[in-house]
């Protein structure tokens, strides 16, 4: 039986930075709670800081070291395993908790204490240039703020995030996802299999740093959109898909396709023609969403907004082609999990914009080509 008053605190890492792990060490908790942090070290060759040998020695944390690298999901595994806490608090290896953080996850598990679990804050600095701000135009740190302003959520990072113990039933995170989305699909199954949502605590926050120092995120990106098409293709998370207009990428690919066949009719320069007004219209549209959602007309910003989105949905293709027959192509995931067999097509001002200015472009781009 799960103790109702432990706190485990896992924090699977790769990295081990020393100065993350001390804070979260320090961490103090509130009475009559008791807390106990696991690090779970998922990079046997990495150099363990003397310090935290230290806490290991004086039994103040417990240090967990995979033989080889096993990926974030087995990490995770391993903390569910590890502990006998009815609360379990993930935090990653990159954060920096506020110190009253445990307060607010106690106060929270007072008020709701059968909850299956509690989402807190992981807050990013101000952006300091065009890529930090695409990414917050972008919606990409979106997920890791929503505890702000959602108080039930069926899913959030498990950068910052409590859990009932008692309420997983063996439940594990899936190591075949290896791309990104282990979190998503634990916690969708979780909440659906309950029927019971994640609580919000606004107040429970901690600090990311932006990633690479704010460099451009081309790979982690692409990562993301292939882990969402991985996670899209699986069940009960596939009910929450539906068939979609092609973004940029996917329209892309079915124009190089009919280029050959054009190519035999002399229609490969109409084609051509076509494909640089899809891609102008991404541009315009990214530029438009820049200025209206970001408040600047900073081209930098426009081209780093339309990169992000084009790295995701390129790694998103790329996955969806990986599988044969390609089910996931042209679908997509609902990942607010609202209701099931969501309605296909999906309009929004965005779209809107994007089609009116490829039938204006291409329109346009074939008239010229006429009058040559």
Known sequence: MPDALLIDIA???????????????????????RSRVCVISDNPDVDIPESIFRLRDADTIDLIIHPRNLGIGAARNTALESGNGKWLLFLD????????????????????PDAIGFAGVTDFPESFNAVTRALEINGTTGHFLAALHQPLQRWAPTANLLLNREKLQNRQFDTALRWSGEDMDFLVRNSLALQEKYHSVPGAIVHHPWWNNGQLQTGRLFRYGRGACQVARKNPLNRYTYLDFTNTPETLLLLLLVLPVAAMNDSALLVMLFMGAVLMA?????????????????????????????????????????????????????MGFRKENPSPFRLNRWKIIKLVLIVLLSSFAFWRFKML
């Not at 790769?14 to 979260?24: T, W």
């Not at 290896?93 to 709701?112: C, G, N, R, S, T």
């Not at 081209?303 to 599988?323: H, I, P």
Request: hydrophobic share 50%; aromatic share 14%; net charge negative.
């Open 11 to 33: 924090v699977p890492s790769f990295r081990l930075d020393e100065r993350v792990l001390l804070a979260i060490a320090a961490l103090e908790t509130p009475s009559p709670f």
């Open 93 to 112: 290896d990159d954060i920096i908790p506020e110190k009253d953080l445990l307060f607010a996850y106690a106060a929270a598990i007072m008020q709701h």
């Open 282 to 334: 991404e541009l315009l549209v990214n530029y438009i969403k820049a200025i209206i959602v970001g408040k600047t007309f900073s081209p930098q910003v426009a081209l780093s907004l339309w990169w992000t989105k084009f790295s995701w949905e390129c790694g998103y293709l790329l996955e969806s082609l990986a599988v044969f027959p390609p089910r996931q192509f042209a679908r997509r995931l609902d």
